[in-house]
């Protein structure tokens, strides 16, 4: 199997005005990644970067999140057109989208000739859900890709080790996790959930953030990580795991050339055998230790 260029992006947070300036900029960053990459990844809500300009309010969050969910038809089509135009099969990170009556927090993932197929995300954080009202989505799946079976697990999903466990059973030697955190807390999280997650699955696991301060959106007004591609922390690796990164709270493209056969590989002939050894069964219930 041909091996895959993978470009993960730390997204600047802008003002656009209209869907129009937004796919404006969205077809800046992907001319920038063509001759780079097959596949991009973009961050989690980064698009919500429309809110304000679409609200016509300044730092309104309610009224942000209700403009970005009535445009999200209209951004879809603007990144499908993008991915279709530049020839990529494009990770766009996740909108807020309605569903059967409540709104979802969606990743597309799309291939270059506009077919999408969708991911939602399952757990939801405290902001979320207590501010937001975004309720958790579909169970975790996989994307068929030229290059094999890709997972996407939307940035708090990847703190939890059975939802990313699940796609990689399924066959996903790669995972996609679109981020979007205010704080180094925030990222750091994430960041070190997916180096966890590339260790104990023995898999690529790439991350995409959004950066930078937006104090006219109430929504994305503080914005902190980094780029970063990921890999098991074995032999032949780097021995942090880490294949690509940028600087932290800095912009800009991060690019890794992935190959499916290099996990089958370490999988197999490993240090260690992580992904063999993931208990099959739950683990007894600790017992309490007697001193003597």
């Not at 009535?70 to 057109?81: H, I, K, S, T, Y």
């Amino acid at each position: 199997m041909t091996p895959l260029r993978l470009g993960a992006l730390a997204w600047a947070v802008g003002r656009p005005r209209s869907v129009a300036e937004f796919a404006a900029r969205l077809d800046q960053r992907l001319a920038e990644a063509r001759g780079h990459a097959d596949l991009v990844l973009l961050p989690e809500y980064a698009c919500v970067e429309l809110g304000s300009g679409l609200s016509g309010q300044v730092a309104d969050e309610a009224a942000e999140l209700r403009a970005m969910v009535e445009a999200a038809p209209g951004v879809l089509e603007a990144m499908r057109q993008a991915a279709m135009r530049h020839g990529l099969w494009l990770q766009p990170g996740s909108l807020p989208m309605r569903a059967e009556g409540r709104v979802v927090n969606r990743a597309p993932l799309i291939a270059p000739d506009g077919r999408m197929a969708f991911q939602d995300k399952y757990r939801m954080t405290r902001f979320e859900a207590e501010r937001w009202g975004v309720s958790p989505g579909a169970a975790p799946q996989v994307f068929p890709t030229p290059w094999g079976l890709v997972g996407i697990s939307i940035c708090y999903d990847s703190e939890f080790p059975k939802h990313v466990r699940a796609q990689v059973e399924a066959g996903a030697w790669l995972l996609l996790v679109p981020t979007c955190t205010d704080t180094r807390h925030g990222f750091n999280r994430v960041r070190f959930a997916c180096q966890a997650r590339a260790m104990e699955n023995q898999c690529f696991v790439a991350l995409a953030p959004t950066v930078g301060d937006a104090p006219w959106s109430a929504a994305l007004d503080e914005n902190r990580g980094q780029a970063m591609i990921c890999g098991p922390v074995d032999r032949g690796f780097p021995e942090d795991g880490v294949l690509a990164a940028g600087a932290p709270d800095t912009p800009g493209w991060s690019f890794a050339t992935l190959d499916a056969a290099r996990i089958e590989a370490v999988r197999e002939d490993g240090a260690v055998r992580n992904h063999r050894d993931w208990p099959r069964a739950p683990l007894p219930a600790p017992g309490r230790a007697v001193y003597a």
